[in-house]
């Protein structure tokens, strides 16, 4: 505990209040259209100034590093992502949206972290074959900017330079303060998953926009079928799981990328197919897996594969008929990427081949029930302020990493599983506009 003192007065109180002050002044001076005005009339508060002052900043921080003032360093570092969010801000609040801008905002975050992770990459805090990697992708999909039309930063970006953000914390805490308990752990699964984000935000910029829906689906497919060979292969039925957890994310956007950039004609049906095969098959073989009696395993794991490609099926036949074209904001009956959530994680963390099975029936029942269920991506994840949303996922994130370089899951289940425990009990607060 003697340890946490430091950490919380010389760079968690710092970094609030940095942060603090930011959005302060910008929600303060931000307020009426004189203010906006006048912030119109500066050159130096536009946005693209604000990163264009970024880009020696990141070298800036290398060379505090070296010279032995790491504290420093990072504390200078953080202030200057802080203003990544400052000129986004004043680019919406003063409509100072430019097509330059939606290349070199992107540009100066790259200017900004990528010097930082060479260095700790030469001196030995990174693995130089990731660094590599993540550098390769990142260049690429930077130097796409000048012959691509849509240059804005698209989602699995942000999530990249957010994670990378993250890494850069755990290594700094850990670079001043010594060796701190789970911290030194999660660098290199840090850097991996920063590694799959660059490339899959270099991916989704050079392929065309009605193929980013299938493109989703297909990673869904993947993970599903990897699932499926990980489990039938003896290996530990968590990885299937984590697979599975991963195609969760990646169906949280194809519909929405469906709606917002159109798909192909066969769309629809290839992401059912892909949610069979994650939340169904590859779920379903580990719950059979996790039972003792492998007998018992088989029988609930075939009624719940049973109720996710009813589900799945039902759901395409009532929205066609219903002329639905585009998503929906509630569900009749618990959606299929739930239901994984709460089988899977049930039959890893609860002992008992009676209990888990129950909790898997009860779950397949709810699935084909009529039971309305708000849609997570369209109408709970907006009500969560984005403040909240990203503490979660940078904890998460965190704590996954922690779990794969343990090769201790216990914490990473136990949050999953409690929620969806209460999504489970969410309609017991939801009132549906709608049925679908």
């Not at 090769?407 to 409690?418: E, G, K, R």
Request: hydrophobic content about 55%; proline content about 6%; some cysteine.
């Amino acid at each position: 505990m003697t340890s946490l003192i430091p950490i919380l007065l010389e760079i968690a109180l710092p970094v609030l209040l940095m942060l603090s002050a930011e959005r302060f002044a910008v929600t303060r001076f931000l307020r009426t259209p004189s203010q906006i005005a006048w912030v119109r009339r500066h050159p130096w508060l536009h946005p693209n100034s604000i990163s264009r002052a970024r880009y020696p900043m990141g070298f800036v921080s290398v060379l505090l590093l070296y010279l032995g003032f790491p504290r420093t360093s990072f504390l200078f570092f953080t202030f200057w992502m802080i203003t990544d969010i400052t000129d986004g801000d004043i680019a919406r609040k003063c409509d100072l949206y430019t097509e330059e801008g939606e290349t070199i905002d992107p540009l100066s975050d790259k200017l900004m972290y990528i010097p930082m992770l060479a260095y700790l990459a030469w001196i030995g805090w990174l693995d130089p074959l990731l660094f590599g990697l993540f550098l390769a992708f990142d260049v690429i999909g930077q130097a796409s900017r000048s012959f691509i039309k849509i240059k804005a930063a698209n989602l699995f970006g942000k999530a990249k330079t957010f994670l990378v953000v993250v890494l850069l914390i755990v290594v700094g805490l850990t670079w001043i303060y010594g060796p701190l308990p789970l911290l030194g752990r999660a660098i290199q699964p840090l850097l991996g998953m920063c590694v799959f984000l660059s490339f899959c935000s270099t991916a989704f910029k050079l392929i065309p926009n009605y193929w980013y829906a299938n493109i989703l689906s297909l990673m869904n497919l993947v993970c599903g079928l990897a699932g499926c060979w990980v489990v039938l292969t003896g290996r530990p039925t968590v990885y299937a799981l984590g697979l599975v957890f991963l195609g969760q994310f990646l169906d949280l956007f194809d519909g929405r990328a469906a709606e917002r950039w159109g798909s192909t004609p066969k769309g629809e049906v290839f992401d059912d197919v892909a949610d069979g095969t994650s939340f169904g098959l590859t779920t379903g073989l580990v719950v059979a897996a996790s039972f003792v009696h492998l007998w018992a395993g088989v029988v609930v794991a075939g009624v719940y594969v049973a109720a996710v490609v009813y589900r799945l099926v039902r759901f395409v036949i009532e929205k066609r008929k219903a002329g639905i074209a585009g998503g929906v904001f509630t569900f009749s009956g618990m959606p299929s990427p739930a239901g994984a959530l709460l089988a899977g994680t049930s039959v890893l963390l609860i002992p008992g081949d009676m209990i888990r099975g129950a909790i898997v029936i009860v779950t397949s029942l709810l699935m084909v029930s009529r039971v309305p269920y708000p849609h997570f991506g369209r109408v709970i994840l907006p009500r969560i302020p984005k403040v909240v949303k990203v503490l979660a996922l940078g904890s998460f994130l965190f704590l996954l990493a922690l779990g794969v370089r343990r090769d201790q899951y216990a914490v990473p289940l136990l949050i999953t599983f409690t929620a969806g425990l209460v999504y489970l009990a969410s309609p017991l607060f939801w009132k549906s506009p709608e049925k679908s």
